[in-house]
């Protein structure tokens, strides 16, 4: 504060100043001189600065205030523009979310620079950066987690896709064993890849390999069970330590079930051949000789598959790993076959006489029953009969080196024991053999030794009876050619000469006792036919009554050694033919309705022991069922195979649909039942408006959707 100078001047007081007293300078004041003036001043001026200063703090908090502002509207446009981003990585699935990390970061990184390039000051940029980089480190860091945690899926799903794989070719491959140890290595390398298995104890490692060798080898003794349980069995019995208990457990109850099943078709198989017909040994030679190919190939006369049998429609539909025993059923069927020729033509021939003519018949048919040889076997000549056996050497009119070697190879068995041909004798060593075969299966377990010898005994006389009916079959066929043209009433046949070709062949290879039938029917054909007396004709009403009430019975008379004039044995033989012809196709029909069995089932349409309305509505079925066939038949001109049986037995069913999914106007009348394919039905959506009203009218066994949208079927 300025100070007035003070002078040391005489008190006087001027006589012309009245009322004021003289000052001197000692008595003055600073007032005196304008302090007060100054001091007013020097307030203002404090004032104005104190002003000034709240204005420029208020101008700079405004100035922040809009800062915060710009940085949080950029900061909210490049968060929604990071949500967006990581969304869309987010939805990536896998080894995709995995691979698209980088660029998720490239991407985030941009957005943080293209708001710092936005920002209108360095204040603005700084305070934005604060806000985003923190939000971006969020994001980038369950980004991280998201894509570790997809790569630990994918890598899981990858290697549970390849021990899948692995299990497949295991399972396509059962039989062979580096494959198997290839494909168990390669699901065991996939999964220790795994961080999971890396960073699990040395406990949890060996308890997840244990896993996958376990699965392995269930794989495998399970596919293998299907076809050759008896090896299934072995491995089981030395690698059991590899499975853990319950495998163990359900493999053994598959493995020995499948014996019982399998093994037991295949022991009955070589059982019945060896016991009845074929020797087992002959039936590998006979192996050696055709050779094996799974491709169909040119056999002169017929195209061939497997062992030299007849390539049918559909074998490329058969698995792979089935075909070898499907043709080898065919191979014993086939030799079946040739041996009922061989022993009907000639019963009790030495053992190896009768399997090389059962082979040359498996070869080249049984046109050597009306042969030389034929003659020659049928006289007993078994010695000249080798010169004319080994004349069948040619095919295609030229002789064939293969079949030369052939014939040789067969001779060289030529000979031996003769062979016991009775039947209740040959049925009887089959049962002892099948006693042997069930200990030998099943040593040490008497309890499936029980179940397998039931069930091998069962399919031995199940498959010996059809065998028998086989070869009565066949001599009734026999028997028919030749008895047609014996009471022909258009023919006059006396003797063999008079037959024709086709007759003198069956002729020939029917039996010594039918040929002595025939040659009695020629002589009487000779002389005069037998006249009609009341006699006579009661005989014949009774056989004609016969095939009505008792064909099994009729079918196995023989007709031409009964006292009858010739259009009535005619009349007769005629029947018997039509009833054969009968029994064929019943036997065709049962065959096909086997196939569709299924549909059958679903549809409710079987036979009763007690329900007769079931029973005709079966029967009715079994009538259109027949007529469809027969039509395709006379269409196709050949039968249906197993899948067009089933495509004409569900259009069957499908041409009485009266609702989706059912049948109710079955075969032309009403059916208060519906019967339903499941397969092809829709599920009925029940009425929102009254469901429980709807559900009564719906059918029995129907699917129906209810209003809570579950699908249900009606009990």
Known sequence: MPVVPTATVPSVAPTESAGIGYQSSAAATPEAFGAGIGQAKLGLARQLETTGDMMASHALRMQEDANV???????????????????????????????????????????????????????????????????????IKAAGRESASAFRADQKATSSSITANSMSTIAKNADDDQQFLSATQTALTSQRALPDYQGASEDTKLEMDRTIVSGAWTTRLQSMARNDPLRARDLFNKNKDSLDGISQLKLQDTINQQIINVQSRVDSDHIIQSGALVDTSLAERLKKLEGYSEKPYADFKQTSSGYGTKAQLGDENIPPEQRRAVYEQRLYTELGRAANIVDTFAPGLPTGTRNALISLTYNAGSAWTSSGLGSKIRSGDLEGAKQNFAQYNQAGGVVNPGLVDRRATELSWWGGEARDSDPTSQLGTALEKAKEQA????????????????????????????LQAGVRDMQLQTRNIVQRELFDPDHHVVDYDHLSPKAQQAYDQAPPMLQKSFDDSMRRNSTADVPLTAERQSRFDTLRGESI????????????????????????????????????????LNSALSTIQPLLNDAQIGKSATDQNKNAEYNKFSGVFQKSLDDFYQEKKRPPTDKETREIGIQLLKTTVTGPGYFGSLFGDRSDRAYRVVADQTPIQLRSDNPASHYSEIPRHSIFIGPDGQKRVKP
Not at 102 to 124: C, K, M, T
Request: proline share 5%.
């Open 439 to 466: 200990i030998k299966v099943f040593p040490d377990d008497p309890g499936n030794q029980a179940k397998y010898l039931d069930t091998l005994q069962n399919r031995i006389k199940t498959d010996y009876s059809v």
């Open 69 to 139: 502002t710009s940085s949080e509207k950029l900061f909210l446009d490049q968060d929604i523009k990071l949500s967006k981003l990581t969304d869309d990585y987010n939805s990536l699935q896998g080894s995709a979310r995995v691979n698209a990390l980088p660029q998720f970061h490239e991407d985030a990184a941009a957005l943080r620079e293209e708001g710092l390039q936005n920002a209108q000051n360095p204040d603005v940029k700084k305070k934005f950066d604060q806000l985003f980089t923190r939000q971006l480190g969020f994001s």
């Open 549 to 588: 009430n008792e064909p099994d019975k009729f079918m196995s008379r023989d007709v031409s050694n009964e006292d009858l004039p010739r259009p009535q044995k005619s009349i007769l033989l005629k029947a018997q033919a039509d009833r054969k012809a009968l029994v064929d196709k019943g036997a065709k």
